[in-house]
């Protein structure tokens, strides 16, 4: 299959000045079409620092990002519009913005210089919304929502946007636990069914480890990034060590188990 992001020996972080702080280093590491991949790592380990500087949101300290082969800093921003979505973790509310205004904002790289919608983005508009069954809430306005019908009118924003690949930054961190379900599958589903390549960010270990095609485990502390299917980081040993914790521990088939010890 088609690589469609590929990352090259990427050292990432953030730029004060004359100086900067490295979070990261010798990251190499690729996504194919249609796969859907979680990034998963403690807390300060730098998952939501490598989303963005995937996403040219703030720059590459070193190394080179790659979209369907390209440099990402050859493409331009409106190019870059039409080769990835973002789908980022702050709640967002537009007074007065209904859930059909919101998806076909997805649309604005494909308007012409008057920005009317054509025939051909109605159609897509309404095929996004369909995809994630928000079709029902057309007009309801993003201030009347729960946070898990507003998540799913963002990734059908993202899927409106008609990219072959999506990022998202911890998509289910405000969600009950159905929710954080349905919208992992919802995920999964769309990345296998319409043929788009997902990336997320997340803290959903057990769920990550059920259905995504591979994992890219951030390490703590400069340690880089391990990746593989779900089964070979678990049958390795990869994901224990990663998570060894005294009172829990992961079993090879990805659950969580509470220690005997700890329960009482």
Same mark, same amino acid.
């Given at each position: 299959?088609?690589?469609?992001?590929?990352?090259r020996?990427?050292?990432? @972080?953030?730029?004060? @000045?004359?100086?900067?702080?490295?979070?990261?280093?010798?990251?190499?590491? !690729?996504?194919? !079409?249609?796969?859907?991949?979680?990034?998963?790592?403690?807390?300060?380990?730098?998952?939501?620092?490598l989303?963005?500087? *995937?996403?040219?949101?703030?720059?590459?300290?070193?190394?080179?990002?790659?979209?369907?082969?390209?440099?990402?800093? +050859?493409?331009?921003?409106?190019?870059?519009?039409?080769r990835?979505?973002?789908?980022?973790?702050?709640?967002i509310?537009?007074?007065?913005?209904?859930?059909?205004?919101?998806?076909?904002?997805?649309?604005?790289?494909?308007?012409?210089?008057f920005g009317?919608?054509?025939?051909?983005?109605?159609?897509?508009?309404d095929?996004?919304?369909?995809?994630?069954?928000?079709?029902?809430?057309?007009?309801? +306005?993003? !201030?009347?929502?729960?946070d898990?019908e507003?998540?799913?009118?963002?990734?059908?924003?993202?899927?409106?946007?008609?990219?072959?690949?999506?990022?998202?930054d911890?998509?289910?961190?405000?969600?009950?636990?159905?929710?954080?379900?349905?919208?992992?599958?919802? *995920?999964?589903?769309?990345? +296998?069914?319409?043929?788009?390549?997902?990336?997320?960010?997340?803290?959903?270990?057990?769920?990550?480890?059920?259905?995504?095609?591979?994992?890219w485990?951030?390490?703590?502390?400069?340690?880089?990034?391990?990746?593989?299917?779900?089964?070979?980081?678990?049958?390795?040993?990869?994901?224990?060590?990663?998570?060894?914790?005294?009172?829990?521990?992961?079993?090879?088939?990805?659950?969580?188990?509470?220690?005997k010890?700890?329960?009482?």
């Amino acid at each position: 299959m088609a690589e469609v992001l590929t990352c090259r020996d990427l050292s990432i @972080g953030y730029v004060h @000045g004359n100086s900067s702080r490295l979070v990261q280093k010798g990251l190499t590491v !690729s996504i194919e !079409s249609s796969e859907f991949v979680s990034l998963l790592g403690p807390n300060g380990c730098g998952k939501s620092t490598l989303l963005r500087s *995937l996403c040219g949101l703030q720059p590459l300290l070193d190394g080179e990002v790659l979209i369907e082969g390209k440099p990402l800093q +050859h493409y331009s921003l409106a190019q870059r519009a039409r080769r990835f979505a973002i789908v980022l973790s702050d709640n967002i509310s537009i007074d007065g913005c209904t859930v059909r205004e919101m998806v076909a904002m997805g649309r604005y790289p494909y308007l012409g210089r008057f920005g009317n919608l054509t025939d051909s983005d109605e159609k897509a508009i309404d095929e996004a919304m369909r995809a994630v069954s928000v079709q029902a809430m057309a007009d309801r +306005h993003l !201030s009347h929502l729960s946070d898990g019908e507003r998540q799913r009118v963002m990734i059908a924003k993202a899927l409106a946007q008609d990219t072959p690949l999506i990022f998202l930054d911890e998509p289910t961190s405000h969600l009950d636990l159905t929710n954080r379900v349905e919208v992992m599958l919802l *995920l999964r589903n769309l990345a +296998h069914d319409l043929h788009r390549s997902i990336l997320l960010s997340t803290h959903e270990l057990e769920l990550s480890l059920r259905l995504s095609d591979r994992i890219w485990l951030m390490q703590p502390s400069l340690g880089g990034l391990q990746y593989g299917t779900p089964q070979e980081l678990l049958s390795g040993g990869v994901i224990q060590r990663m998570f060894n914790h005294p009172d829990f521990s992961i079993t090879v088939d990805g659950s969580v188990r509470v220690n005997k010890e700890t329960e009482r």
